[in-house]
């Protein structure tokens, strides 16, 4: 088959990260794939002199910066930067699938020669641009792909639109595995730094520091694309880690906290379960569908800071059941495999 998948960027987000691994593992598997990228960077959510300001920064980006290089993640298939994404720049194919709201609205005008037209949808995207046009896209004729049950549920319960496949993404063991398992006598703490704040870095850092006033022989360690100014002293801080490093992170950590106010399908919860860290999360992304509360996560409500720390400090007191909730997390992920998740991708992409 053919295949065009339609991307906004390609800079390191989960979200693109999801669709090279498809990208990849469909290419693997005998299929023509290509990733088209707009040389004029799509709005979003930049509006005003200082919006217009920001999506010519982004074009130059596009055009200039990371052309078709991708240095942060070994892609297989090639990169198209075209000037549009419209008829005249997009090649006809089997199918071609949307990554991003904005994104939907291309692939929706697009000539029928491209193709079965399909909506990757990773989350509800209202934080990237306006309501009204994120919620219009959903209602787009084409074929909708979602990531996690909240999503299905949120299409056909909210916007009255039928959902062709939920397809949970996926875990490389290859890469995040844990061999030999260790817990650390004074206990180290790992969590992920972001400064957009529906990541909830701030609700996790207060739970933490709630829990060290009891306990002030707990570590705390941070990775993060970029640093902030608002990491406490007392951290350990590692910015952009290559997966190698970040593996180990997780793997000699004993407890990694994942506070997000909302979430798609978030990577990171299950890339600590592969290697064997015990996961405290919020109840949003993939923690529905993997996290069973004292089983394989330990789970509160979002904005709950006192549910995370309450959470932590269960964890840190408890090595009975610090110990249950890594190997049961790990039991629990060790199905959802990049290589389950493409079959079924694949599956819904033949079938059409």
């Given at each position: 088959?053919?295949?065009?998948?339609?991307?906004?960027?390609?800079s390191?987000?989960?979200?693109?990260?999801v669709?090279?691994?498809?990208?990849?593992?469909?290419?693997?598997?005998?299929?023509?794939?290509?990733?088209?990228?707009?040389?004029?960077?799509?709005?979003?959510?930049?509006?005003?002199?200082?919006?217009?300001?920001?999506?010519?920064?982004?074009?130059?980006?596009?055009t200039?910066k990371?052309r078709?290089?991708?240095?942060?993640?070994?892609?297989?298939?090639?990169?198209?930067?075209?000037?549009l994404?419209?008829?005249?720049?997009?090649?006809?194919?089997?199918v071609?699938?949307?990554?991003?709201?904005?994104?939907?609205?291309?692939?929706?005008?697009?000539?029928?020669?491209?193709?079965?037209?399909?909506?990757?949808?990773?989350?509800?995207?209202?934080?990237?641009?306006?309501?009204?046009?994120?919620?219009?896209?959903?209602?787009?004729?084409?074929?909708?792909?979602?990531?996690?049950?909240?999503?299905?549920?949120?299409?056909?319960?909210?916007?009255?639109?039928?959902?062709?496949?939920?397809?949970?993404?996926?875990?490389?063991?290859?890469?995040?595995?844990?061999?030999?398992?260790?817990?650390?006598?004074?206990?180290?703490?790992?969590?992920?730094?972001?400064?957009?704040?529906w990541?909830?870095?701030?609700d996790?850092?207060?739970?933490?520091?709630?829990?060290?006033?009891?306990?002030?022989?707990?570590?705390?360690?941070?990775?993060?694309l970029?640093?902030?100014?608002?990491?406490?002293?007392?951290?350990?801080?590692?910015?952009?880690?290559?997966?190698?490093?970040?593996?180990?992170?997780?793997?000699?950590?004993?407890?990694?906290?994942?506070?997000?106010?909302?979430?798609?399908?978030?990577?990171?919860?299950?890339?600590a379960?592969?290697?064997?860290?015990?996961?405290?999360?919020?109840?949003?992304?993939?923690?529905?569908?993997?996290?069973?509360?004292?089983?394989?996560?330990?789970?509160?409500?979002?904005?709950?800071?006192?549910?995370?720390?309450?959470n932590?400090?269960?964890?840190?007191?408890?090595?009975?059941?610090?110990?249950?909730?890594?190997?049961?997390?790990?039991?629990?992920?060790?199905?959802?495999?990049?290589?389950?998740?493409?079959?079924?991708?694949?599956?819904?992409?033949?079938?059409?």
């Open positions: 088959m053919k295949i065009n998948f339609i991307l906004p960027f390609t390191l987000t989960g979200g693109i990260k669709i090279f691994e498809y990208a990849n593992r469909l290419n693997d598997r005998g299929h023509d794939v290509i990733c088209y990228v707009p040389m004029l960077a799509y709005r979003f959510n930049n509006y005003g002199l200082v919006g217009e300001l920001k999506r010519f920064k982004s074009s130059v980006g596009n200039l990371r078709t290089k991708v240095d942060w993640f070994d892609l297989k298939v090639p990169i198209k930067l075209v000037p994404i419209n008829d005249i720049f997009i090649r006809d194919a089997d071609t699938i949307a990554t991003a709201w904005p994104t939907a609205y291309s692939v929706y005008k697009l000539n029928k020669s491209k193709g079965e037209k399909y909506y990757f949808i990773q989350h509800y995207e209202i934080w990237s641009g306006p309501k009204k046009l994120v919620d219009g896209s959903y209602k787009l004729p084409l074929k909708r792909i979602v990531i996690a049950k909240w999503l299905k549920d949120l299409m056909e319960n909210e916007f009255k639109v039928d959902v062709t496949a939920l397809i949970p993404n996926g875990i490389n063991l290859n890469e995040f595995f844990n061999d030999n398992k260790v817990f650390n006598k004074e206990k180290i703490i790992l969590m992920m730094y972001h400064n957009l704040e990541k909830g870095y701030k996790g850092l207060k739970a933490f520091e709630m829990v060290r006033k009891k306990h002030p022989e707990l570590k705390l360690r941070l990775f993060g970029k640093k902030g100014n608002d990491i406490p002293e007392y951290a350990e801080l590692y910015e952009n880690p290559p997966r190698n490093l970040l593996r180990r992170l997780y793997s000699t950590s004993d407890i990694f906290v994942s506070p997000s106010w909302t979430e798609g399908w978030h990577l990171p919860p299950m890339e379960m592969a290697c064997k860290c015990a996961v405290v999360a919020t109840n949003v992304g993939c923690i529905p569908d993997i996290g069973i509360h004292r089983e394989t996560a330990m789970v509160c409500e979002p904005h709950d800071i006192q549910g995370l720390a309450n932590i400090l269960e964890l840190v007191e408890n090595e009975e059941l610090l110990k249950k909730i890594s190997f049961k997390g790990f039991e629990k992920i060790r199905n959802y495999t990049w290589e389950n998740s493409t079959d079924l991708l694949e599956k819904v992409l033949m079938s059409k």
